[in-house]
């Protein structure tokens, strides 16, 4: 795939030859050709870049950008694309190499990146790696948006002011958005605030929401869980007596359904409280589609089915119904 993506831009440029040609480089059309990995990511450029681009999203709902593996039609996207802009912190893993090989020609944003300027924002696990899921925070993600802008703004700076306008008005949303989820995650019982999922993808909504969070996995889906992490989260849930497990849209069930099963030969009863969108989002053209409709749907099904208290058609009365 590499060599498909340098084929297609011809031979590659000297560092300096690059980032002069960066500097240099910016539209001349309009609509311009932007590219996107993750729906997240996709969303947030919807937002900002409004009609002055021409958006193309590569991964669509239900996928999991972890083990993601680019086609022939993904390469030619994005050596199309006058920008691109990517999750990074290793997230799309198996799509780096080629964003990384692409960036010597064209400006490439990993937005993720951008918020090691915000200081401890970041998360790491115990192993040291980063944790890429940001946008689970929605403070985290209204910095990504800006960071979203100033690229915009610098690839296309005559309408800087276009793209600071669309940020304040996507950045108000985001605000009543993180309100809710606070107020929603705090209305479950203290004793009950745990969160056990498919795999780690929900650390920075346990940092922000005030959440114990639990995954069988690890950050990454390429993990496997072993027998021992299975059984290490059984015993949690007995002797926590958490009555609620949560499945992904975009990862196997099979393992927490292992939970649920050993739980039970332990004479505790557990089920799945619900299912949340993780690496990716909802259906195009729906609201658990958007990123407010991904992060309303798994706040609002999270605290149902731990005992808080969330209105079913949650915070902008547009969920097509939880159920607990």
Not at 5 to 26: D, K, T
Not at 170 to 176: H, I, Q, R, S
Request: glycine fraction near 10%; aromatic fraction near 6%; hydrophobic fraction near 40%.
């Amino acid at each position: 795939m590499v060599c498909l993506i340098l084929a297609a831009c011809g031979e590659a440029p000297s560092s300096q030859q690059a980032s002069a040609a960066a500097a240099q480089a910016g539209p001349t059309t309009y609509p311009y050709r932007i590219t996107t990995t993750t729906g997240m990511i996709t969303d947030i450029v919807r937002q900002v870049a409004g009609d002055l681009g021409d958006l193309h999203g590569i991964m669509k709902e239900g996928v999991d950008p972890h083990l993601y593996q680019p086609t022939r039609a993904d390469v030619a996207n994005l050596s199309q694309a006058q920008i691109i802009f990517y999750n990074g912190l290793l997230l799309e893993g198996k799509m780096t190499d080629i964003l990384v090989q692409l960036a010597r020609t064209k400006p490439v944003h990993p937005v993720t990146e951008d918020l090691f300027e915000s200081g401890e924002y970041v998360m790491n696990t115990p192993d040291d790696h980063y944790d890429p899921h940001v946008w689970m925070d929605v403070k985290g993600w209204m910095a990504a948006v800006k960071a979203v802008q100033r690229r915009l703004a610098e690839f296309d700076p005559k309408n800087a002011s276009v793209y600071e306008s669309n940020a304040q008005t996507y950045l108000a949303e985001l605000e009543k958005l993180d309100d809710y989820a606070r107020r929603v995650i705090a209305s479950i019982p203290r004793d009950q605030r745990v969160l056990v999922t498919a795999h780690d993808a929900f650390n920075y909504l346990g940092r922000a929401y005030d959440l114990e969070v639990r995954g069988i996995q690890g950050i990454s889906t390429e993990s496997e869980a072993g027998v021992k992490d299975i059984n290490n989260l059984i015993d949690f849930l007995v002797e926590r007596k958490i009555g609620a497990v949560f499945v992904e849209t975009s990862v196997a069930d099979k393992n927490v359904r292992a939970l649920i099963e050993g739980a039970r030969s332990r004479g505790h009863a557990v089920r799945i409280g619900g299912t949340l969108f993780s690496d990716a989002m909802g259906p195009g053209g729906t609201y658990e589609g958007t990123y407010i409709g991904m992060i309303d749907h798994n706040v609002t099904t999270i605290a149902g089915a731990l005992g808080g208290e969330a209105p079913d058609t949650g915070l902008n009365g547009r969920l097509s119904g939880v159920s607990h």
